[in-house]
C-alpha cells in the first residue's frame, strides 16, 4: 500500500506541474484541481505503510534486575518489546487505533563478555547466553528467540548466580565454554543484543562479595 500511494503521490505532483501549464494555456481552471487531489489520496493510502515502518517498528528494551527467590540470588537482564500505549491503564494508543501495531522481534540473539573493573582483565570471553521467557515451557532456554510485543518483561538471561556452597558467583557457560567462578570482587558484563541482525551494546558494573546478598548490580 506504501508504494500505491507513491505512486499517487508522484503522479499527482505531475499533473499539479501539467496544470500549471495547461492554465497558463488558457484551459479550465478545475484541471489544476486533479494533481492535488491524487496527491492527496496518494498520502492517505500510503500513510499508514510509513507509519508502521517507523511508529512500529520493533524495540528492544533492557533492565538490570536482581532476582531473590528463597535462599537464591542471581543477576539477571530482562527484555522486552513493548506494546504501543499504555494498555495497563486501560487506554489504546492513538497509533494502534489507525491500525498501527508493533512488530514483533523475528530473531533475538544476546551474547556477553566479563573483565574485572580496574584490571580490565577479561575473566569471561564471549558466552553464548540462553534466553529464558515464559513461551519456554520446558526452562531450559534458547539461544535464539522471537520477542513479540508485551507488556512486562517476559523474557530475561541469567548473567550470574550464587553458589552457596563454594561463595563465589557462577557464570553459566554455553556450547562451547564450562561456567566459569568469579571470586569477590567488582565486575563489568557487555552484553551484546543482536536484534533481527542489527546489534546493540549495554554495559554494566556488578559486585561479587561473601555472601549470597552481597551480589547485586553496581
Known amino acids: 500500500m506504501a508504494f500505491v500511494g507513491l505512486v499517487f503521490i508522484i503522479v499527482g505532483l505531475v499533473l499539479s506541474l501539467v496544470a500549471g501549464v495547461i492554465m497558463m494555456a488558457g484551459m479550465p481552471w478545475w484541471m489544476w484541481l486533479v494533481g492535488p487531489i491524487m496527491t492527496g489520496v496518494g498520502v492517505i ?3 499508514p505503510g510509513w507509519l508502521q515502518m517507523t511508529i512500529g517498528s520493533a524495540k528492544l ?11 537464591k540470588r542471581s543477576l539477571a537482564i530482562f527484555m522486552k518489546n513493548p506494546q504501543l500505549g499504555d494498555a495497563s491503564k486501560g487506554k489504546k494508543s492513538i497509533w494502534r487505533k489507525i491500525g498501527v501495531k508493533r512488530r514483533s522481534i523475528e530473531s533475538l540473539v544476546v551474547s556477553f563478555r566479563i573483565s574485572e573493573v580496574g584490571t580490565e582483565k577479561i575473566v569471561v570471553p564471549d558466552v553464548n547466553a ?3 521467557s ?3 515451557s520446558s526452562g531450559q532456554g534458547n539461544w535464539q528467540v ?7 518483561f517476559a523474557t530475561s538471561v541469567i548473567a550470574a548466580l550464587w553458589n552457596e556452597n563454594r561463595k563465589v558467583a557462577i557464570v553459566p557457560g554455553d556450547n562451547d565454554r564450562a561456567q566459569v567462578e568469579l571470586p569477590k570482587g567488582v565486575y563489568r558484563i557487555d ?8 546489534p546493540q551494546k549495554k554495559s554494566r558494573e556488578f559486585i561479587v562479595g561473601d555472601t549470597a546478598d552481597s551480589l547485586h548490580w553496581r
Do not use: M, Q, W
Not at 528494551?61 to 535462599?71: H, L, Q, S
Not at 522471537?146 to 512486562?152: E, Y
Not at 552484553?191 to 542489527?198: H, I, K, M, Q, S
Open 134 to 136: 515464559d513461551a519456554d
Open 146 to 152: 522471537t520477542v513479540p510485543p508485551t507488556l512486562r
Open 191 to 198: 552484553a551484546t543484543f543482536v536484534v533481527d541482525g542489527e
Open 130 to 132: 540462553r534466553i529464558y
Open 45 to 47: 493510502i500510503s500513510l
Open 61 to 71: 528494551i533492557v533492565e538490570f534486575d536482581r532476582i531473590v527467590k528463597e535462599e
